[in-house]
Structures are given as C-alpha cells and as structure tokens.
C-alpha cells in the first residue's frame, strides 16, 4: 500500500520537475515531508484510512499549514511559519490526504499576480487568486487542490486552466486558520480535472460524505435539470465566444431532455457584482488592519487603493450591501424561477496575456455575494483555442444537486466532443 | 501629554497588582511593552492621536497580538506567540489606544473557566467566555476591553460584573485573527463601565465614528423609544428577580413616555435557541478541526463532546440552522412589531457560585444566532444582593439607534437609583 502511494507523489515529483521551472504553480515543497505523511499513513490501520488515502493535494499558500511556510501571496509573511494547521487541512489530513506543498496566490488573495504561468500557454495567465492550485491541477503535477473564491478566485483560474472549480454554499468549508480578505465573502473552494474530484474534496473538507453522491454508480439528477439563462448586465461585456460556448452547451442540455429558459435576471439582483465590490472593499480595509498599519510600504498599489477605497466607503453604503444581499436571498425563487440551476460563461473571455493581469472577476461577483454553490466546466474555446468555462450555479445549500448536474453536464459535452 | 498616559496605565497597574492575584483576570501583563507604547504614543503628532488616545484596553486572549502571547484559554497554545495582530487590535492600536494585556478567555471562548473570579464576590463566577475582560473591567483594573460573543460571551459576564456589554450587528468588526469558535455566529464584543465607553470602542473597531454619536451632548432618542417585552421560551427558565427587574426597567420606561407592549415571540421564532446550539456544534466541530486531529488529549470533556456532538449532527440539520435563520431575518419585522427595541433579561440569575461554570447563556442564544445588536446594562439585583442585566436588542444594522436608547435606559435607570 505505501509502495502505491509512493507511486503517486512520485509521479507528482516528476512532473512537477519537468515542468515548474516554467510554470511555477508551487511556493512551497518538502519531499521530506511527503515522505514523514506517506510513512504515517502506511502505518494506519485499514479502517481508518479515509476517503483522500494517498492522495496528494496542492493548498493554496492563504491556507496555514503547521509542516510548511506560509506567506499568504505576500513578501511580509516571507517564511512565515504558522503553529497549526487551517482547519481544512486538518480535515484533509484526517481522511487520508497527502499534503503535497503549498501553491502560489496573489498577494493576500487579492489583485496582484505571483510568478505562475498558464500551463497551457506560459504566455497567459493561470487566472487568480487561486493561481497555482489551478495550474498545478491543469497541468497534472497534482490531481486535487484547495483555494478560496472572494469574487471569482476559484472558478476564473479554473475556467482560464481548464479543469474543474467547486465553490460551495459560503460558510460549508472552514474558514478557520484561512487568511481574511473579507469574511462576509471568503469561502473554500476545491479543484480538480472532473466533477468527482470536486465532489471527493469537497465533501471531506466540509464533513459531507452525500457530496460525493454522484461518483456512486447510477447516481444521477432523477430526471433531466431545469436550466435557466438570466443574463445580467455583465454578460453584455463578455465576449462573443463565451457567450456562444454557454448557449451551445445549453442547446445540447436541451436536446438531452433538459429544460432551458432564457430571459433577464430580475432588476433587483442586476446591480449585485457592485455590491460585491462595495462589501469586499469595506471588508478588506478592516480585515488587513494590522498590515495597513505596520506594512503598508510593503502592500502593492492596488491593494493600497483598495484598503484606501475601503475605509472611504460610509458605513450606510457597506450596511446596504448586507441588506441588498438579504433582500434578495429572501427572494431568491425570483431568480431562478423553475430552474434548478443557473448558467452564464465563467469568465469575459479565455486568459489574458500574462503581464495584463489575472482578468476580470465580473462574471462570479453576484453569485458570490449570494453565497450560491457554483462550478465551472471546461467548455469550448476562446479565439486563441485556450479554454473557456461553463458557470453553473444553484440555490444555496443545494450543492448536491448542483454537483449532479455538473456530472451530467460533464458527460454531455464529452460525448460531444 | 506622556504623563497623564502614564498616570492613566499607573493607576490600572496599581489597581492590578493590588487586585489580580484574586481576581486573576489577567492571562499576559508585560509593563515594558506598555512603556513602548506610552513612549510611541507621545511622539504622535497631534493630528494623529485618534480617539482612543492613551486609553488602556484589555483584549481577550482569543485575539492574536504580536507583542504578547495568545493562548486561546488552551494549555495547547500556552506561550503561543503570533507573528501578528488581529485587525481588531490593529484599530486600536491605530487609534491611539494602550493595549494593556491579554484577559482571560475560557478555552477556545467556549465552555471550560480559566481561573477568573467575579470581582464582586470572588466566591461567584465572572461568567463567560470574556471572562477576564468582564471582571478587568468590573474591578476598575482597566476601563476598557474586548471579547467576544458565540452564544452569550459578551452579555453574560458583563451582566454578573455588573457592567455594559455591547455586540454589535454581526460581521460589523472583523474577526481577523480572533481564534474561531463558530464563524457564522462569533462576533466580537466591548466592555465598559457605561454605554458611552461601549460606543466609543465598537465605533473605533468598525471604523464607524457615528456609533460615538451619542456621546455628543444633546444626542439622544429623539422621542423615548418603543420597546416590546417578547417573551420566548427561555424566559420560564429566568429566575423571579430577573423576570422582575426587566419589568421594572420596562414600567420605568413607559413612565417616561416609551411605549411599551408585552407578548409572545411569534411561533417561528420561538426555537431559535435551539438552532443556535446545533450551527455552534456544528462549526465548533470543524474550525477547531486541528486541535481535534492533533490535540484530542489536551481538551476539555465538554469541548470534547462538543466536538463529538458536532461531528455527528446530520447536514440536513445544519442546513435547517440557516434556513431558519435566513427565514427569520427575511421575517424580522414580525419580531420587533412597532418596536425600536426588544428587552430581556440578560441572563437567567445573578452569576453562579464558581464551581458550577460560567452560567447559561440560553438568553442571548436566539439573538445571537439572528446576529442582532444587543446589549446588557446593569439592572437590579438578585436573591445575593448580584447584579442582573436588562438586555436590549434592536434590528440588524441599527447599532446606533440601539446605543442612543441604551444610553437613555442608563440615564433613566441612573436617576430611579
């Protein structure tokens, strides 16, 4: 069983030696380490093995692991050794994980990029915050990986890499030993090439063994989804081939039984991605209180406007957002009517050039302000051939039905391939 | 300048050293770094001095600082020293406040006491988790401090010190770097002697200057305020004088021109103590998921079986928690009725002898969960001459109304004395 294992990580090494240099998803590594869990592992009795035995994840480097550094995407925390574990790493370490390294984020989990590249063209951007969880998934150095979502940090580099991103219900996954950006909005969420490994890593993290329902053998939707298309004034900036690519998906849905509707999101719920934005800016500037006051020569320029930003904003403004946010939870039939699930593109566009930054997170800030469990699946692509992404979100606490969806969705437009 | 700050912490250190080796509310005390601060403060230019300037401040150990250990009330972290301060003591400190030292917390702000004794009668428990800040203050040794409130944190031992405690509207102050219990419902709490001390913290914490507003002279309700008397299930559970100085608060009030009416919490509301129990098992259950995987041993047994107990709460449970919450708040005007505020008592008794715990918290449980402004000010007594709360909550985000009527209660029930 260790000689299996061994195997694994083993693979990961390799790949990882070959191709990090140009890719550079990792910020930490120490095989030695990997070495002291697979030995601990092969130690443990069968029936305590866990649902994760053996396998490696990437942990995106906001996450505090207490055998590895952790500098939270920023030079003021270079080296930064925490005491304990985030709690979601204990969890994954419970069931069996082998922690593989920590992966690069942007700087605080926030705007500016650290040194990883797409793997698919060095050229773009692996997207952010999560940067090299998903580059290290994409480019099979890891099959599992964990990051957060604040805006669109897991389903935009997710979409850009080509794999899949998870970003249950906020508040499902721990957030405890997770460096804040804004509390109201961080939430956990998992990479991998398929809706299982998503379903796998998410149910561990969040104590959910029912969320890996749909790996079980027959285990469907009961009957084709309802598919909904509301499109929101963000969806008049995305490009053309994103747009196509959900509409061609959603043809497909329908002609295997599913029921499609399009129409607009409801007025109340079409101004949400600049509530986001307002609640994220207040947040930020208090949660990044302490490195505002002793560290601010050492914060980029866009976080310094951003905490600058922050503490400009009127406290009637941030306590709108809460009671816009509440508003339409309340009335969240309203937007999605008959429908299961939502649909829209994951991001504008493929991955920009690299020096232009991790793109834009327009197309995921509604969602996550309303908390709403939501993926994306690699579909079609853009001008240049890189990958585009299918958003699907539900209800909150629906992430098992959305889950299921997602591995229809999965077969679907792989048998259309 | 320098003096009056040095005779300020002079008197909280005598007051301390006379007092704490029966009090014992202090966890860490480290005079030379108050000196740093003193000698830093004093170099300030004027313009920078800020609103706390050279007023002490006791934080409760759950709160990292970087210049003093944090043992989260746990021998596991004993020593522990962060590399950082949490956001909340970030503000302070920018705010030109002295951090005076770190309070005692009951372990992990749950349930097992640390070794703090009411200062009113040292034979009594000071209550908890805040138990350290509470009895710091109560005693004089410090005229301000923070802690923090799960289920009833900061209400309960504020009203067996014979104090104010105020939690604000929940997310109001950022729970970086605070040791998390349960993160959808802690919420950071202040103490002080009168509501005006409590506007003053909680407004330099978030970062909103209109909470000091009614320390202005002439600020006040601008009519004597509308209050209900909802009486929940918890209620039958209040000892007699509890019951009585609620109404006795009440009656006084309506002499002076509030409305006042008294019923029963509408039936969808009635349970909600219950549901705040299971969601704080529940995220109990994972945030502390490390000190569970490597730290089992070094737990208390009611941690222990909270954590047991939380592990096996089903995720359909879980959901219901914020189903019913997000219900509740979509439905809150059915709770507050006419009302600007709501009473009750804020704990069931006056506090308990020292070996029987740190008291019940079932009177804030259901406002907690709802994450609803409340406050207690001192209010009577009971059966052993100890002092009781009035506890007063109002609508989410309406903070400083719920301040303006507390300091109108203060006055009210001042001048009755």
Redo the contacts between chains.
């Keep these: 069983m260790s000689e299996d294992i061994k195997k694994i990580t083993a693979r990961c090494r390799e790949r990882i030696e070959a191709r990090d240099s140009e890719v550079l998803a990792w910020k930490a590594l120490d095989w030695d380490f990997v070495e002291r869990q697979i030995d601990e592992l092969a130690a443990r009795p069968m029936g305590e093995r866990g649902p994760l035995f053996g396998l490696p994840v990437g942990i995106k480097d906001i996450f505090d692991t207490?055998d590895l550094p952790t500098g939270y995407g920023s030079a003021i925390?270079e080296g930064?050794q925490p005491?304990?574990?985030?709690?979601?790493?204990?969890?994954l370490?419970?069931a069996g994980a082998i922690i593989l390294g920590k992966t690069v984020s942007t700087e605080f989990a926030y705007w500016k990029a650290g040194p990883t590249r797409n793997p698919l063209n060095l050229e773009r951007t692996p997207g952010g915050s999560s940067s090299g969880s998903a580059a290290a998934v994409a480019d099979g150095m890891v099959p599992l990986a964990i990051g957060s979502q604040t805006a669109a940090s897991t389903i935009r580099p997710a979409a850009y890499c080509g794999i899949v991103g998870f970003k249950p219900t906020r508040?499902l996954?721990?957030?405890?030993?997770v460096?804040?950006l804004s509390?109201?909005l961080d939430t956990v969420g998992v990479f991998a090439k398929d809706v299982a490994g998503t379903g796998l890593l998410s149910g561990v993290l969040?104590?959910?063994p029912?969320l890996m329902a749909h790996l079980m053998p027959g285990a469907e939707t009961g009957s084709p989804p309802r598919l909904a298309l509301k499109k929101s004034p963000e969806w008049e900036k995305a490009a053309p081939s994103a747009i196509n690519a959900v509409k061609k998906a959603a043809d497909l849905a329908a002609q295997h039984g599913a029921a499609v509707t399009t129409d607009e999101v409801p007025p109340g719920f079409a101004g949400l991605a600049d509530f986001q934005t307002t609640m994220m800016a207040c947040?930020a500037?208090?949660?990044?209180?302490?490195?505002?006051?002793?560290h601010f020569d050492a914060l980029s320029q866009p976080l310094r406007d951003l905490l600058t930003e922050g503490?400009s904003i009127s406290?009637a403004a941030y306590?709108d957002t809460?009671?816009r946010r509440?508003e339409c939870?309340?009335d969240i039939d309203s937007l999605f009517g008959d429908a299961d699930a939502l649909l829209a593109p994951s991001t504008l566009d493929e991955a920009p050039m690299f020096e232009d930054g991790t793109g834009d997170p327009i197309m995921s800030r509604a969602w996550t302000l309303l908390g709403l469990p939501s993926i994306t699946l690699p579909c079609g692509t853009g001008e240049n051939g890189l990958p585009l992404g299918l958003q699907i979100a539900a209800r909150?606490?629906q992430d098992e039905k959305l889950l299921a969806i997602a591995a229809w969705f999965e077969q679907l437009l792989a048998s259309a391939r």
């Design positions: 207490a925390y930064h005491s304990a574990d985030a709690a979601a790493v204990a969890r370490r419970v508040g996954i721990s957030l405890a030993g460096k804040a509390n109201s969040a104590g959910r029912n947040e500037a208090r949660e990044l209180a302490h490195e505002h006051r002793c503490e406290a306590d809460w009671r509440d939870l309340g909150p606490h």
